[in-house]
């Protein structure tokens, strides 16, 4: 198995009895009434995930799925049919439903499969966190319930949970080339609930990416979630209600760059553009933010969760730079987006399974530094907000309005940091917003790396960052006034 895993088009090769020569027969069905291009996606997934809850593992589960989808696109149509059976019968299938619901005539020319897409080594992961025996898991969450609670006596509540998985892909296309990759990804989450009297406060914290079982060891980090999970709830005992109205808001580094992802980055894809519902489209090269702020989405940093060697349609991913110095420079493609708005794809075609189409999504979004120390930025502020972690929130891609509610905060006041606040919620307009950042930290951080992004009904694991950064004017709501 091992072996297999090293080359993982080999591995479904080897596994289902297939060739080239059957994956050429297959696209070749798929394209008998002519049309643009076909590509057929296998996917083999093991994950399993245990949580812990009243100091005991009370879950536990594993599973293992497999599939091949196949899509056709004629023009601006795409087919598309998939099969939990990997086998030529329900591939032939598949790619019959697939070009009827593309529905072009005219015959084909024959194809070659063959041509294999150099493969990157963003996670070179030699044993998955789904082979370490689940009693090790299971005695980390024990011990993390242990550490939370040894925080403070207010510490009334701990959960703990752990999820990993691994997928190996494989895609081949109508142009002859194969491309494939295997996936590893996991995750530790932990949140605690602080009690004072009847008042009850959360806090959360995790972390992952695609790493080893080791990473969550290295220097104790597990602990780090803990205390971390725990401080927060123990902070928002003493919060008092947040302030409503217009103010300066300053947003802290690295998780909070979530807002950036929902208000600024879905607004970037390409789908969205191309059908001109987002309140970016046909902007590009011009003024869509300060000149301070660049806006990078990179699926290439190492052992990230939302890094990935191969989109889900084979392209290699790279680093896009949306946004240059306030210039809208471009979208997030797909392979389909792409080619109908006559642009290359730029490694953004994901989807969450061999059951769903792909579609234009990110990977790791973030702004670039710039020169100001966190310090100088909270000393400007004579009064305002400090928004340091968020919970929920919700954004209309055509008109970039959007609500978050922050579940960390804290007032300035004279350029100092003061009161804990409750409540606050940060309601804005994406594009706007940018127009009013002032002034860009030093201290870019990425998220600790538990982002998942929903789009359309499908989920993928992505990355978020942001240095801290200050917005002149933005709406807080809260229950007092400002």
């Given at each position: 198995?091992a072996?297999?895993?090293?080359?993982?088009?080999?591995?479904?090769?080897?596994?289902?009895?297939?060739?080239e020569?059957?994956?050429?027969?297959?696209?070749?069905?798929?394209?008998?009434?002519?049309?643009?291009y076909a590509?057929?996606?296998?996917?083999?997934r093991?994950?399993?995930?245990?949580?812990?809850?009243?100091?005991?593992?009370?879950?536990?589960?594993?599973?293992?799925?497999?599939?091949?989808?196949?899509?056709?696109?004629a023009?601006?149509?795409?087919?598309?049919?998939?099969?939990?059976?990997?086998?030529v019968d329900?591939?032939?299938?598949?790619?019959?439903?697939?070009?009827?619901?593309?529905?072009?005539?005219s015959?084909?020319?024959?194809?070659?499969?063959?041509?294999?897409?150099?493969?990157?080594?963003?996670y070179?992961?030699?044993?998955?966190?789904?082979?370490?025996?689940?009693?090790e898991?299971?005695?980390?969450?024990?011990?993390?319930?242990?550490?939370?609670?040894?925080?403070?006596?207010?510490?009334?509540?701990?959960?703990?949970?752990?999820?990993?998985?691994?997928?190996?892909?494989?895609?081949?296309?109508?142009?002859?080339?194969?491309?494939?990759?295997?996936?590893?990804?996991?995750?530790?989450?932990?949140?605690?609930?602080?009690?004072?009297?009847?008042?009850?406060?959360?806090?959360?914290?995790?972390?992952?990416?695609?790493?080893?079982w080791s990473?969550?060891?290295?220097?104790?980090r597990?602990?780090?979630?803990?205390?971390?999970?725990?401080?927060?709830?123990?902070?928002?005992?003493?919060?008092?209600?947040?302030?409503?109205?217009?103010?300066?808001?300053?947003?802290?580094?690295?998780?909070?760059?979530?807002?950036?992802?929902?208000?600024?980055?879905?607004?970037?894809?390409?789908?969205?553009?191309?059908?001109?519902?987002?309140?970016?489209?046909?902007?590009?090269?011009?003024?869509?933010?300060?000149?301070?702020?660049?806006?990078?989405?990179?699926?290439?940093?190492?052992?990230?969760?939302?890094?990935?060697?191969?989109?889900?349609?084979?392209?290699?991913?790279?680093?896009?730079?949306?946004?240059?110095?306030?210039?809208?420079?471009?979208?997030?493609?797909?392979?389909?987006?792409a080619?109908?708005?006559g642009?290359?794809?730029?490694?953004?075609?994901?989807?969450?399974?061999?059951?769903?189409?792909?579609?234009?999504?990110?990977?790791?979004?973030?702004?670039?530094?710039?020169?100001?120390?966190?310090?100088?930025?909270?000393?400007?502020?004579?009064?305002?907000?400090?928004?340091?972690?968020?919970?929920?929130?919700?954004?209309?891609?055509?008109?970039?309005?959007?609500?978050?509610?922050?579940?960390e905060a804290?007032?300035?006041?004279?350029?100092?940091?003061?009161?804990?606040?409750?409540?606050?919620?940060?309601?804005?307009?994406?594009?706007?917003?940018?127009?009013?950042v002032?002034?860009?930290?030093?201290?870019?951080?990425?998220?600790a790396?538990?982002?998942?992004?929903?789009?359309?009904g499908?989920?993928?694991?992505?990355?978020?960052?942001?240095?801290?950064?200050?917005?002149d004017?933005?709406?807080v709501?809260?229950?007092?006034t400002?």
């Amino acid at each position: 198995m091992a072996n297999e895993l090293v080359q993982p088009d080999r591995f479904f090769l080897n596994r289902f009895g297939l060739d080239e020569r059957t994956l050429e027969r297959t696209l070749g069905t798929a394209l008998e009434r002519k049309a643009d291009y076909a590509d057929l996606y296998f996917e083999f997934r093991s994950a399993e995930a245990l949580s812990l809850e009243e100091s005991i593992v009370n879950k536990t589960a594993k599973s293992i799925s497999q599939g091949v989808g196949v899509r056709v696109c004629a023009q601006d149509r795409t087919g598309y049919a998939y099969s939990d059976e990997v086998t030529v019968d329900r591939m032939r299938l598949a790619a019959e439903t697939a070009r009827a619901i593309a529905d072009e005539s005219s015959p084909r020319g024959p194809l070659q499969v063959g041509t294999r897409v150099p493969a990157s080594s963003l996670y070179p992961i030699t044993l998955s966190p789904t082979e370490i025996p689940i009693r090790e898991k299971a005695r980390l969450l024990e011990q993390i319930d242990r550490a939370a609670r040894a925080v403070d006596p207010r510490v009334k509540m701990v959960t703990a949970s752990f999820a990993a998985e691994d997928k190996i892909v494989m895609v081949v296309n109508s142009e002859g080339r194969i491309a494939a990759d295997r996936q590893p990804l996991c995750r530790l989450s932990v949140s605690v609930i602080a009690e004072d009297g009847g008042n009850r406060q959360t806090g959360t914290f995790g972390g992952g990416g695609r790493v080893e079982w080791s990473y969550f060891l290295d220097h104790e980090r597990w602990r780090q979630y803990a205390l971390e999970a725990a401080r927060q709830a123990l902070i928002n005992l003493d919060a008092i209600d947040a302030p409503a109205g217009e103010m300066v808001v300053v947003l802290g580094p690295g998780w909070p760059g979530v807002l950036l992802h929902e208000a600024v980055g879905h607004g970037l894809e390409g789908d969205f553009n191309r059908k001109k519902t987002s309140t970016f489209s046909g902007r590009i090269g011009q003024r869509v933010a300060s000149e301070l702020c660049t806006v990078v989405d990179d699926g290439t940093i190492p052992n990230r969760r939302g890094s990935i060697n191969i989109d889900d349609e084979g392209t290699p991913t790279q680093r896009n730079v949306l946004i240059e110095k306030g210039i809208l420079r471009g979208y997030l493609q797909d392979r389909l987006n792409a080619h109908l708005m006559g642009v290359e794809p730029t490694g953004n075609g994901r989807r969450e399974s061999f059951a769903h189409i792909p579609m234009p999504r990110m990977t790791n979004t973030f702004m670039l530094a710039g020169n100001h120390t966190r310090e100088e930025i909270i000393r400007s502020v004579d009064r305002g907000l400090y928004a340091v972690n968020f919970g929920g929130g919700q954004v209309d891609i055509t008109s970039g309005r959007f609500v978050f509610s922050a579940s960390e905060a804290y007032l300035i006041e004279h350029g100092q940091i003061t009161h804990p606040v409750k409540g606050a919620t940060l309601i804005g307009n994406g594009p706007e917003v940018l127009t009013r950042v002032s002034m860009v930290g030093n201290d870019l951080e990425l998220d600790a790396g538990v982002g998942t992004c929903g789009k359309n009904g499908q989920s993928v694991p992505v990355g978020v960052g942001m240095p801290t950064i200050r917005i002149d004017a933005l709406t807080v709501g809260g229950t007092r006034t400002a």
